[in-house]
Every structure is written in structure tokens, then in C-alpha cells.
């Protein structure tokens, strides 16, 4: 039983049987009836698929020679470098930061007299 | 030569390495939007639409994020469902006869192969559009299940759902039919 219940839920997954699950299909008149169904359901797919026409790739390039070199037309922000130098830009004012902080409230409070 | 080679050569000037781009992706995106019931002249548009986005956009494309094929496949789905979504509004836009291939027909007799791409026909028009769109993703032999959901910016559990439950649906549809 869990014989058929893998292989059954690898034909509706639409996956590949492995030689065991085809041997025990082959055997299995259940397994063969799901397969069979299966099999019509793949075959009739396949007539769904217009061919590609012809001069389809001239067509694509006669539009991008109209259009000059490919740019940047995402949001500016998404790019890596834009990322990284805005990481390094954030973690330069948090240290900055830092750095201020302790200035005013250690050193400043030792200058006059304070304790830190 | 890789995708990624291609787009660096694109993006440092060598515009030709572009067609290589169409031509070794261009069977698959017409089939994804053939499953998706648009027909040859409708296909040709999208299709063309698709691999001008992808051009105008080469800068932004980041293999490290993302395979060429991820970002081109998740291109066409959009513009799909914006024109799908135009459509709407100006008629409806069944899945037709016309967008089929006279290709090897499962069954030696012509009528019964029609009325079985009917049939077929209608039961994916009336999957809902999430199955509808994964379902065709997967039939795209260019991508794995991991990228289909990339593509879908879902898990991939929800991906393996999605197609067992839209196989089911549609061999359903099928068996009726030989009932």
C-alpha cells in the first residue's frame, strides 16, 4: 500500500518514477490505471505549444537596436553597489555616532571633574 | 557560455550576445505563454515585450540573486497578467484552438484529440490563476521547482501543492470526458 501511495503521488506530482516505482507500477493494476490517466493528461499538454515563428529573434534585435545600450531602469536603490555603499555609509554614522557619544558624556564629564 | 557571460557581454557593449539570450530562451517563454492560452500573434507580442524588458532592464539583473531565467520567466508572468487583466476589461480571452501546435496528436483520431484540447482547454481556464501560472511554470522544462518558486515568490512546498492539485483538477477534467 505504500507502495502505491509513493508511487501515485509521484505520477500527480508530475515527477519522474525511479525504477522501483516504474517496476511496481508496471505490476500494480492501480498504479497502471493512475499512470494511464496520468499519461493522457501529459500527451494532450504537449499539443499546447505554438512553435516559435520564424525571423522571431531578428524581430527582437531590430527593436533593440532601436533602443541604444540596456540601462538601468530598476529602482537605484536595489543595486549592489548603491546596497553596499548605503551599508557602509549607515555603519560609518553609527560608529560616528558612537565615537560622539562617548566624547560628550565620558569626556566631556572628566574635563570637568566629573566621574565617568 | 553561460547566461551571466551572455549579460556581461551585453552590458559591455556586445549587443549580439543578446540574440544568443532569445534564441536559447525563446522556445520555452512560447510555450509557458502558449499553456497560458495565448495564442500565436498574442505570443509573439508578449514574447517581444518580454525580451525588450529584459533588455532595458540587463543593468539591474543580478546573477548573484537570481538565474537569467528566474528574472526573465518572472518578466513574462507580469506582463501575462497585465495584458491577461487588459483583456479582461476589453473581452474575454479563452484559451483557443489557435494556440495550438499541430503537434503529434495523443490519439490517432483527430476529432478525439480536438475535443480533448477543448476540454483541457476549458478545465485550465477554470483553474484558479495562482495553480494556473505555477502549473505552467513547471512545465517549463528550463526551470527547476526551486526557481518556479522563485518566480512565484512562494515556498516550494506551496509550489508542489499547487501542481498536484492543478494535475488532479485537470486529469479529472480528462477522464470525464472518456467516461
Known sequence: MDRCNETQETIVAGQPLSGDLQRHAAACARCTAVAASYSLLDATLQTFAPTVPDGFADRVMALVAAEGAPGWVGRWFERRPIQLALAHAAALCAALNVVWFVVRVFVADVALGGTP | ?179
Open chain 2, 1 to 179: 557560455m553561460d547566461d551571466a557571460f551572455l549579460v556581461r557581454q551585453v552590458l559591455g557593449g556586445n549587443r549580439e550576445a543578446f540574440r544568443l539570450l532569445v534564441v536559447r530562451h525563446q522556445r520555452p517563454l512560447f510555450r509557458f505563454l502558449g499553456l497560458l492560452g495565448f495564442a500565436h500573434d498574442a505570443a509573439e507580442d508578449l514574447a517581444q515585450q518580454t525580451f525588450l524588458r529584459v533588455y532595458r532592464s540587463l543593468g539591474s539583473f543580478d546573477p548573484h540573486q537570481a538565474k537569467f531565467t528566474t528574472w526573465l520567466f518572472t518578466i513574462a508572468k507580469r506582463l501575462a497578467a497585465n495584458e491577461r487583466q487588459r483583456a479582461h476589461h476589453h473581452r474575454e480571452q479563452p484559451l483557443g484552438d489557435d494556440a495550438i501546435e499541430e503537434a503529434p496528436p495523443p490519439s490517432p483520431d483527430p476529432a478525439v484529440t480536438a475535443e480533448r484540447t477543448r476540454r483541457l482547454s476549458a478545465a485550465i481556464a477554470a483553474l484558479p490563476e495562482a495553480l494556473r501560472t505555477t502549473f505552467f511554470l513547471s512545465q517549463v522544462n528550463e526551470l527547476t521547482l526551486d526557481e518556479v518558486a522563485a518566480v512565484e515568490g512562494c515556498a516550494l512546498g506551496t509550489v508542489k501543492s499547487r501542481i498536484h492539485r492543478a494535475r488532479e483538477q485537470l486529469r479529472a477534467a480528462l477522464a470525464e470526458e472518456e467516461a
